[in-house]
C-alpha cells in the first residue's frame, strides 16, 4: 500500500518548507511534494506538525539496560533475557524517534542476533563486543583480544565474518569498569594500527574509545576512523589539545562522537564529582574543534545509566547548544550528518525519494521550540508506522 503522509512542514536539513506530502511505497520513500496526494495512496494529516527524517545514534549499547547498575543487571542475565531487553531497548529508541542506531559494545555478539530474529526494530547497525584489553574496560562484554598486532588482526576478521558494521575499540579506561583509568592508555600505536590496516581491508570503519591524551593521539596515529568521547582525560583534569593533534584530527578527517544527551530525572543521581569538574573545560575543547572544523556527531551513549534511556537522543539536541550548535545544525548532525558517518548516507538521514522511509513527526516547529521533539505525532520506521 502507498501511503501519503501530509504534515504541516518538513525540514529539509536547512529550513522548514511547508505543506509536505511524503509519499511512502513499501519500505522507500517515492516522492516530495506539496499539494494534493496522488491517486490511491492511503492519506495520513497530520496538522501542525513538522516532518523529520528519523532520528540517527550512532553510540548505543542495546545490552546495557538504563538502570541504576547496568553492568550488574546485565552481568545476572542470561543471553535468553538480555535479548529481550536489548528488544524492548531497541523499541523505546524506536518510539522517540530514533529509526537507526549503531550499537558499539554489546555482550556475545547479540545485536546481531537480535537484528536476524526480531522485525519492527530501529536498524540496527553493530560492532560487536569491543576490542579491550586483559581486564580492560568493558572486557566483561567478552571482547578481550591478545597481546600484539596478530592478536588485534585476528579479533577484526571475527567480527568482519561475523557480519558487523564497524570496529569499536577500547583504547583507554572508562567509568563502567573498576580497575581501568580514564587518563590511561589500553593499546599501542602499532596495536592499534593493526586493527585499522585489518578493518580498512574488510571494508570496515573503526571508532576508538578514548579518554586519555595518550589514547587520542594513539588512535590518531594509527589511522582510526572516529573517536568516541575524546574528553583528552588526564589525572587530575583536561588536557589541552596540541596544534599539532588537532591539524592531524582536522587533515585524517577523524569524527568526533560528542558523549551529550541526559534526559532529567528529578531526584536521580548526578555525575560524579570529578566528572563535574571537567565538563567545563571539555565543552572548551570540543567547541574549539567544532570551531576549526572537525566532523561531529552526537553519540549519547544511551543505556549505560538511569539518565541516558534509550531515546535520550532528543533530549541531547538541544543541548548541542552549549557547544555552539544552532537548531538545524543540531538536526543535521542527528539526521544527515549521522547517516554519513554510520555508511548509510545514501539511504538514511533525509526525506528524499528512494531513501528508507524513516520519518518522524512532532508537532511544531523544533528550529524554534526544542520541546517540540517531545511531542512525537507519529514515527514511520522503513514504511511501518510505529506503534505507541
Known sequence: MRIAVRASWLFDGTRLRADPVVVIDGERIESVASGPPPPGAALVELPGATLLPGLIDPHVHLAFDAGAAPVTTLAERSDVDVLAAMERAARTALRGGVTTVRDLGDRGYLALRLRETVRGLPTILAAGPPLTTAAG?????????????AGMRAAVRERAERGTEVIKIMASGGTLTPGTRQYKAQFEVTELRAA??????????????????????????????????????????????????????????????????????????????????????????????????ATMVIGTDAGIGAVKPHDVLRHALPQLSELGFDPAEALRTATE????????????????????????????????????????????????????
Open 137 to 149: 574496560h568493558c572486557h566483561y562484554l567478552g571482547g578481550t583480544v591478545r597481546p600484539g598486532a
Open 337 to 388: 550528518g549521522a547517516a554519513k558517518v554510520c555508511g548509510v548516507g545514501d539511504r538514511k538521514g533525509r526525506i528524499a525519494p528512494g531513501y528508507d522511509a524513516d520519518l518522524l513527526a512532532v508537532d511544531g516547529d523544533p528550529l524554534t521550540d526544542p520541546a517540540a521533539l517531545h511531542r512525537i505525532r507519529a514515527v514511520y520506521s522503513r514504511g511501518t508506522p510505529v506503534a505507541d
Open 196 to 293: 585499522v590496516e585489518e578493518a580498512h581491508r574488510h571494508g570496515l570503519p573503526v571508532t576508538v574509545h578514548a579518554h586519555a591524551v595518550p589514547a587520542i593521539e594513539n588512535a590518531v596515529a594509527a589511522g582510526a576512523d572516529g573517536l568516541e568521547h575524546v574528553s583528552f582525560w588526564t589525572a587530575d583534569g583536561v588536557g589541552t589539545p596540541s596544534p599539532g593533534l588537532v591539524g592531524e584530527i582536522l587533515r585524517r578527517r577523524v569524527v568526533l562522537g560528542l558523549t551529550v544527551g541526559t534526559a532529567p530525572k528529578p531526584g536521580g543521581p548526578r555525575p560524579p564529582a570529578d566528572v563535574l569538574r571537567r565538563m567545563p573545560l571539555i565543552r572548551a575543547n570540543l567547541r574549539m574543534l567544532r570551531e576549526e572544523g
